[in-house]
């Protein structure tokens, strides 16, 4: 009996290319900036419906303009790791030439609606391309250990976005407990990742944390990082005793996680533990905020 194998359909390779999953997931701390900053301004939420659209379309095609340069500039290493051989920009699927044609046309397009939004929101949608491309795509990547470091950066610009798109500044302590949970957030998550695809990254001679240090090295990191993390939450005090309380409760069960499920488990299992948690814990996080603002204002008598 002979199977015939059915090629990705065009949607699905440009899927690959933009990073369709990466957009959705920075989709929800952006919202949750955007929806805090709202409640914490007492701003309508219908008055504003134009700018939270043209946020959120924005701030999803500069990030798919991040993710299809990325993988423009990565196709050498991309084509020895084994999750990511098979990308278009690898195989040719797609042309490079349209890879860089729609990467340009989406910053562009992104940074115009983000413009339109505040001028502060669009610089910061720059900013977060910038240091994804050149600091850690074309600089850190292959060279330090402190690459995800660095990336963390541009990884948590959307609720930043998402507050500027609405607020008259972002210099509110809770803006930047968003930003700066979001940049912790991400060295145990992608520590855990590195572990878990750590012959990818041997093979692409990448220095990830557990390539270039060991294990023992980034259990020890991701620690540290964890308890930043928990102390990041008293940065929620002066808006809500809630929000801290549940930002507080979830960096104590994942940091309890890494301590106890390291002497549990092996490391391969303790970094599969690690990963899922760290995107209950980012999901958890940010949906309550955008929970806690929308219940706010609508007590607020503000829609």
């Not at 701390?29 to 900053?37: C, K, S, T, V």
């Not at 803006?175 to 990742?193: D, E, G, R, S, T």
Request: proline content about 4%.
């Amino acid at each position: 009996m002979k199977i015939e194998l059915t090629a990705p359909s065009q949607k699905t390779l440009w899927a690959q290319v933009v990073k369709t999953g990466i957009i959705k997931s920075n989709l929800i701390p952006m919202l949750a900036g955007l929806m805090l900053a709202l409640y914490t301004y007492q701003l309508s939420f219908t008055e504003n419906i134009g700018y939270i659209l043209l946020a959120l379309i924005g701030t999803a095609a500069i990030i798919a303009a991040a993710g299809s340069f990325n993988n423009l500039y990565d196709r050498d290493i991309d084509a020895v790791m084994n999750r990511t051989k098979s990308r278009p920009t690898v195989t040719g699927s797609i042309a490079i030439k349209k890879v860089i044609w729609a990467a340009v046309l989406l910053l562009v397009i992104g940074l115009a609606l983000l413009y339109v939004t505040s001028p502060l929101a669009a610089f910061l949608g720059f900013l977060g391309v910038f240091f994804y491309v050149v600091p850690y795509t074309m600089w850190t990547k292959r060279r330090t250990i402190w690459n995800t470091e660095v990336g963390s950066i541009s990884g948590a610009m959307p609720p930043l976005i998402g507050w500027a798109a609405v607020a008259p500044d972002i210099w509110h302590p809770a803006c930047w407990a968003l930003f700066l949970i979001m940049v912790i957030w991400q060295m145990p998550h992608f520590y855990a990742i590195a572990i878990r695809k750590q012959e990818d990254y041997t093979a692409a001679n990448i220095p990830m944390l557990p390539v270039a240090k060991g294990a023992k090295r980034t259990y020890l990191q991701t620690n540290i990082y964890l308890v930043l993390l928990v102390l990041s939450s008293l940065l929620f005090l002066p808006l809500s005793l809630g929000l801290t309380l549940v930002s507080l409760v979830m960096g104590l069960l994942w940091l309890g996680l890494s301590l106890f499920g390291s002497q549990k488990y092996g490391i391969k299992v303790w970094a599969d533990k690690m990963f899922l948690f760290s995107l209950v814990h980012m999901v958890v996080i940010y949906s309550t905020v955008i929970i806690y603002a929308s219940i706010g204002l609508i007590l607020s008598g503000i829609y």
